[in-house]
Nanobody
Framework: QVQLVESGGGLVQAGGSLRLSCTASGRTFSDNPMGWFRQAPGKELEFVAAISGSMRTRYYADSVKGRFTISRDNAENKVYLQMISLKPEDTAVYYC????WGTGVQDYSYWGQGTQVTVSS
């Protein structure tokens, strides 16, 4: 059974930084893309970033370009999201995803349970 478990969320002041981690178990994703979505209160799920298995291709939402960096450790079956210069509008539950490729919610088969990121002004 595939599981994605996120960690690293929390409360941070605007301008601060956080690093989210996601550990996959149940199968290896070293040859497959992984990514992150987020859902702010009262809003729909939103694509944040994705990285190919080879790490040669990375996509970012326009709203996070230049501030967020996605990376992965295939040996550890992990994906990371380094977030800097955080803004209150980054407040959301962040979900790790795998088993697909693209920017749509329907593009991924596996989802983590989410980790809360709250940015105070």
């Amino acid at each position: 059974q595939v599981q994605l478990v996120e960690s690293g969320g929390g409360l941070v002041q605007a301008g601060g930084s956080l690093r989210l981690s996601c550990t996959a178990s149940g199968r290896t994703f070293s040859d497959n893309p992984m990514g992150w979505f987020r859902q702010a209160p009262g809003k729909e799920l939103e694509f944040v970033a994705a990285i190919s298995g080879s790490m040669r291709t990375r996509y970012y939402a326009d709203s996070v370009k230049g501030r967020f960096t996605i990376s992965r450790d295939n040996a550890e079956n992990k994906v990371y999201l380094q977030m800097i210069s955080l803004k209150p509008e980054d407040t959301a539950v962040y979900y790790c995803v795998a088993g697909g490729w693209g920017t749509g919610v329907q593009d991924y088969s596996y989802w983590g349970q989410g980790t809360q990121v709250t940015v105070s002004s």
